[in-house]
């Protein structure tokens, strides 16, 4: 990484040496200081990034900030060939209506022509769930109307299923992608104590089964932890900033960029999750996993939350035109004013 290097003493020139075509990635702290990573902005801010690098050392020992630029060529142009190819499209579509409709006979045809698909664009996700309602019209069933979509936040999902099944519906987040997201990126919290807390929260917002008590939550999460920031520790800040544009901002990203598999591949692996559930999730099976329909409370759980409505502490209410919020201190607090909120 250390190819080119130069040393600045102001923070306001170190950055304008950047110039536009960069933007904050993240930041890591380190002994030495922290360090803030920058991006180009020709490659898409979650996917592959270009190897051209750039980043700023501001030591801890010193005012001294050190600008460290790598030499390599850009590599962000985006004229590669993406999404499922029209050709592979129209194959499947001829082989379907020839009566080719199982999975490895599909493949065999598809292996034999050289062909395979990688998911990508809204398009492809539409051809997906279009592929369902055809697979229900062969069997003589009713259409799908499902009415709850379960996916990270990837546009392109969405859009897709939008198209196909032209119905109102409450799109969940994945819990298990994102707290495995989020873990990795509040280690930078550089106290072990705060993280831990703010990761507790986390899982507590996502017990909430209403939007509105959700949203109001949430609210109140982003606000408690700028305001018990009085130090204003950049790595709180810097994993609220992440928080909020990466889960709770829209993400107009068309696409996805996690590693694809081949056509064949890929049928195999939706063949045996299908498989799986159907068999594990069986309620007449031996030890079924049953899918829980309400929140299993611990007796830990319980004795806290007795704790926490024991103590007397002033309640605020603040009445809207058709809602009443209610506000509760938090951690010692007795009481909070209506400025704080």
């Not at 579509?93 to 080719?100: M, P, R």
């Not at 045996?272 to 611990?298: M, P, Y």
Request: proline share 2%; aromatic share 12%.
């Amino acid at each position: 990484m250390r190819n080119g290097q130069k040393y600045i003493y102001n923070a306001g020139e170190a950055e304008a040496s950047i110039g536009n075509e960069c933007s904050k990635h993240y930041t890591n702290y380190t002994e030495n200081g922290s360090v803030v990573y920058y991006r180009y902005n020709k490659a898409k801010r979650h996917g592959p990034q270009c190897a051209a690098r750039i980043y700023l050392l501001y030591h801890s020992d010193s005012d001294k900030i050190t600008v460290y630029k790598t030499e390599v060529e850009h590599n962000n142009h985006h004229d590669k060939l993406r999404g499922v190819d029209e050709n592979v499209k129209q194959c499947i579509q001829e082989l379907y209506n020839d009566g080719v409709m199982k999975p490895k006979q599909i493949i065999r045809a598809l292996r034999a022509r050289n062909q395979y698909v990688r998911v990508k664009k809204t398009e492809d996700f539409e051809f997906i769930f279009n592929s369902i309602q055809i697979g229900m019209q062969v069997i003589n069933k009713d259409l799908l109307k499902p009415t709850v979509l379960i996916s990270d936040t990837t546009d392109a999902i969405k859009n897709g299923f939008r198209n196909v099944f032209n119905n109102e519906y409450n799109q969940i987040m994945c819990w298990a992608h994102m707290k495995r997201k989020v873990k990795h990126r509040i280690c930078q919290i550089n106290d072990k104590d705060i993280r831990k807390e703010i990761m507790e929260d986390i899982e507590i917002l996502q017990l909430f089964s209403s939007i509105p008590v959700f949203k109001l939550a949430l609210t109140l999460f982003m606000k408690k932890w700028y305001m018990n920031n009085k130090q204003q520790n950049q790595s709180i800040l810097d994993f609220l900033e992440y928080f909020d544009n990466e889960w709770l901002q829209s993400n107009n990203d068309d696409g996805t960029f996690r590693e694809r598999h081949v056509l064949s591949r890929f049928l195999i692996i939706a063949t045996n999750i299908i498989n799986s559930w159907s068999v594990e999730r069986d309620a007449f099976s031996i030890n079924a996993k049953i899918f829980a329909t309400e929140t299993t409370l611990s007796l830990q759980l319980w004795t806290l939350s007795y704790q926490w409505a024991k103590p007397t502490k002033d309640i605020s209410c603040i009445e809207n035109n058709d809602s009443k919020q209610y506000y509760i201190p938090a951690r010692d607090l007795q009481s909070v004013t209506r400025v704080d909120l």
